[in-house]
């Protein structure tokens, strides 16, 4: 056996030792982030932001199957057997919690999904069904297709790239798009707006028991003494 013949069978063997690395046997190695993002569709559908709960699971390819044509009403009831089985990661959502939430790559619980060597993540949203749109329209559902449940095939070769994923809420069910669209379809969080306003008054008596008070200014804009 010559030089490069040596060299060819070294480069093989360390080329399959990468490769099975990367095999199911210590599950899954794709690494990319989940975001959960509610849009302003919500209200326009419902005519308020309902509350809704997301779910993120692992599956393989018969799970897709027989997820996609389960009734999701039916997998979110109280204590669903099938939910259990798949023991997901669940996001809450309500009208004064509409901030992003992410399952990023690092957390335990992504890891743990990653962990069963899944070929697919699965997301569910338990929206009811709004107005049906319009083939075309944005969130509108293919024929036969529950648009409440995205699956996503999972990134297993080598070179592949591992895009993170950024999922909308839509009135009809989940849509994947870009961080930059989603963000601008971002409702504004009512807790913000509901947030207590500190004053500090100033006030006085004019004439008998009344008592006039005025917002004094920031401390910060109030003129030096």
Do not use: W
């Amino acid at each position: 056996m010559n030089l490069n013949q040596n060299i060819f069978l070294t480069c093989a063997c360390l080329f399959s030792t990468v490769i099975v690395g990367c095999s199911s046997s210590e599950g899954t190695s794709a690494s990319f982030d989940v975001s959960i993002y509610p849009s302003k569709d919500l209200a326009k559908v419902y005519g308020y932001y309902p509350s809704f709960e997301v779910d993120i699971l692992g599956a393989g390819n018969e799970d897709t199957i027989k997820l996609g044509t389960y009734s999701i009403d039916r997998y979110f009831e109280s204590e669903s057997p099938v939910r259990k089985y798949y023991a997901p990661v669940t996001f809450r959502f309500s009208d004064n919690d509409l901030k992003v939430k992410t399952l990023s790559s690092d957390d335990p619980a992504y890891k743990k999904i990653m962990g069963r060597s899944p070929q697919y993540l699965a997301v569910i949203v338990n929206l009811p069904y709004g107005p049906e749109k319009k083939e075309g329209e944005e969130g509108a559902a293919a024929p036969k297709l529950d648009p409440r449940i995205f699956t996503y095939q999972i990134p297993t070769g080598f070179f592949e790239e591992q895009p993170d994923l950024y999922l909308k809420i839509v009135g009809t069910g989940i849509v994947r798009t870009t961080k930059e669209d989603a963000e601008e379809e971002l409702p504004e969080a009512p807790e913000t707006a509901k947030q207590p306003h500190n004053m500090e008054l100033n006030c006085v008596k004019s004439g008998g028991r009344e008592l006039k008070c005025q917002e004094l200014p920031p401390k910060e804009e109030r003129a030096p003494n």
